[in-house]
Structures are given as C-alpha cells and as structure tokens.
C-alpha cells in the first residue's frame, strides 16, 4: 500500500511556462484534495474533489486548475507560472463518510520554485 | 466566517518540560478538530481528534467551547516531539469534508 503519491518531488520552473502535478492514491478513497504550504500561512486548500467526477473550489483556487481523471487520480495544473505560486503542494485523500471521523491521508508533497 | 488561529509560530521548551500548544476557532457551527503533525521529513498525518478524546504519544486536547479553543498538551515533552502541529476544523456537506488549517505551529524540544 503506497497511500497518497506525488509526482514530481522537485520543480523549478520559469515564469509563464505551465505544469500538471500528478496524485495518485490506493485506498479507494471518495475525496481527494490539493493544498498548498507556505511559511506563516499554514495549509490552503486549493481546490477538492469531493467524489469522482466532481470538482470544487477551495480557498485559493486562482492561478489552478484541476482534474479527477478516476477515483485514484486527482492533478492540479498550472497554465501560467508565477512566482507567486511557489510553495509546496501536498495532495490528501480522505474516505469523507464522517465529518467527525475526516481523517486526510497526505502524499509526500511536490516543492514548487518558479523563477 | 471560519477560522483557526494558532497564535505561535514556534515554541520552544526543555525536555521534561510541559508543552501546550494553542489553538483558537472560529465556526458558527459544532466545530470537530483535529491536531495535525509533521515530523522532519515525513508526511503530514493525523495526531489525534477531539471526537475521540484520546491520549496519542502522551498528547491530549480538550475542546473548550465557551474559549472556543482546542488547545493541545503534553506534560513532559520529549525530544522526539519536535515537529510542526496544526490544527484543523473538519466542515462536511453532502458536497464531502474539507479541513480548515491554521498556520501552524514549530515545537522545537531541547535536550
């Protein structure tokens, strides 16, 4: 059981030019999310998914874009670099059944540099 | 509007020491929280939750709804408890559960 992966660890890239971060779990999880760690700032959530196929936004969606190609996978796409989009973006899953129970289990992150 | 607000951006005690780490909510709603860790090089994942009003590696949190705070405790820290705490409020809908993080806070524990 690898959980909650992230693909790529690392990735620096130049203002303007676009990327797709992949998320893949394997607990057959209903909700999928993407947040993104700053200093100070704690954990933002960009955009989630709460079953597959659908999408919603979050608390900092601008600059983002997302997709839930299936139940295991959950990418975040963006099509003009800034530099304030560098962070480190982590994905989590969560079964969901239960507010009480919302337990998200979280991939390893991707650390974001855009120049 | 809901929020949550952990007021240390680092805390720094002695082993053997006591440790609280704060957390304050803002939710109009029966708030569910949660605390958050994230150890040195190893993902976030879940410490403990207030439902379930349990002890985890000698942490304990008590919801206090008149403070609104769920602060968490520990009587005598351990080195190994040096890592970044959040705290987090739990919102469902039929639309799934999202969890609202606050800024976190860094227990750094000396020898």
């Known amino acids: 059981n690898a959980g909650v992966t992230q693909t790529p660890k690392f990735q620096v890239l130049k203002t303007g030019q676009s990327m797709t971060l992949q998320c893949a779990q394997d607990m057959n999880h209903n909700s999928m999310y993407w947040y993104r760690q700053d200093p100070g700032m704690g954990l933002r959530l960009i955009y989630y998914?709460?079953?597959?196929?659908?999408?919603d936004k979050g608390e900092v969606p601008n600059g983002y874009n997302v997709s839930r190609l299936n139940k295991r996978e959950f990418s975040l796409r963006l099509e003009s670099a800034a530099p304030s989009q560098t962070s480190v973006y982590f994905c989590?899953?969560?079964?969901?059944?239960?507010?009480?129970?919302?337990?998200?289990?979280f991939g390893p992150g991707t650390r974001l540099t855009v120049l | 509007a809901q929020r949550v607000t952990q007021p240390e951006k680092l805390l720094s005690v002695f082993k053997g020491a006591p440790v609280e780490l704060k957390c304050n909510y803002s939710y109009s709603g029966s708030p569910e929280l949660f605390w958050y860790v994230q150890y040195s090089r190893q993902r976030l994942q879940l410490l403990l939750r207030?439902?379930s009003r349990e002890s985890i590696k000698g942490f304990t949190a008590d919801l206090n709804k008149g403070e609104t705070s769920f602060h968490l405790k520990k009587p005598f820290a351990q080195e190994e408890d040096s890592a970044m705490y959040y705290c987090a409020l739990s919102l469902f809908s039929n639309q799934g559960g999202k969890l609202i993080f606050g800024q976190g806070t860094e227990l750094s524990v000396k020898p």
């Open positions: 998914s709460a079953s597959e196929g659908t999408t």
């Open positions: 989590a899953s969560s079964e969901a059944g239960r507010r009480d129970y919302n337990e998200q289990f």
């Open positions: 207030h439902i």
